[in-house]
Structures are given as structure tokens and as C-alpha cells.
């Protein structure tokens, strides 16, 4: 299987060879605060399967062993690295693929620091586009 994606502005591409190890939904407040977003989706592959085609990212200390990687001119989060809890591997971001419905989620993780309003996210009223205006 080979994914392709990139940055929100273009600058950055990539592209990976071969299968994910799994593909999973964070809560963890860390992604929360480094995205802005209640959950990020991570499919970890082999540090090796990954290919930058284009552009460098920028790169974040964002803990003690944890790198995020990221683009400069737009900000979108790409890839994460910690070589000590996970050698070898390397998160990214399945919503920068070109299709990111081509790997699936397959779990939920550090379900511990999920926001209490996530777990019944799913009910809300859905709309194509936005709510009707009042």
C-alpha cells in the first residue's frame, strides 16, 4: 500500500510504502493542545516506510522524548517521533493523507484524558454543510 499527503498549504509533501502497524484516535491532552482539535488521528508505520517528497518540516520538542513534526508556513501537524517509548516507528497524521478514508481508524487511545463531552459526540444533530439560520 503506498499513502500520499501532504500539508494544508502544500509546502510539505510525503509519502509512505507499505502497510500501518495500526491506525488510532488520541485523546491525549498533548495532541488536543498541539492541534486544537478534541481528538488526532495517528497511523503508525516504520520510521523507514516514510518519504518527505517535498519541503522540510519544522520540528517541535514537545516533550522530553517527543518530537512533533510540522509545517512552517501552515502549522498543520504531519508526523510525531519518540525514539525511546517508540523506536523505530513514526506517527502520522492520518488527516493530512490525500485520502483519509484509506486507513480506517482501528482504536481509541488514552481514553483516560478524553473531554467528557466526546464520549456522546456521536449524538449530536449532523448537517451536510451548517444548521439552518433561525
Given at each position: 500500500m503506498a499513502i500520499e499527503g501532504g500539508c494544508h498549504c502544500g509546502a510539505i509533501r510525503y509519502r509512505i510504502e507499505g502497510d500501518p502497524i495500526v491506525h488510532a484516535l488520541c485523546h491525549c491532552s498533548d495532541c488536543r493542545r498541539s492541534s486544537g482539535a478534541p481528538m488526532v488521528g495517528w497511523t503508525m508505520y516504520p520510521a523507514a516506510?516514510?518519504?518527505?517528497?517535498?519541503?522540510t518540516p519544522k520540528i517541535y520538542?514537545?516533550?522530553?522524548?517527543?518530537?512533533?513534526?510540522?509545517?512552517?508556513?501552515?502549522?498543520?501537524g504531519l508526523f510525531y517521533f519518540n525514539?525511546?517509548?517508540?523506536?523505530?516507528?513514526?506517527?502520522?497524521?492520518?488527516a493530512t493523507y490525500d485520502d483519509p478514508n484509506a486507513v480506517p481508524p482501528q482504536a481509541h487511545i488514552q481514553v483516560a484524558?478524553?473531554?467528557?463531552?466526546?464520549?456522546?459526540a456521536h449524538k449530536l444533530p449532523t448537517f451536510d454543510r451548517y444548521p439552518p439560520q433561525s
Open positions: 516506510a516514510l518519504k518527505v517528497t517535498r519541503g520538542k514537545s516533550s522530553e522524548q517527543g518530537r512533533r513534526h510540522f509545517c512552517a508556513e501552515c502549522s498543520t525514539d525511546q517509548m517508540l523506536p523505530g516507528i513514526v506517527d502520522v497524521q492520518s484524558e478524553r473531554l467528557g463531552w466526546m464520549e456522546s
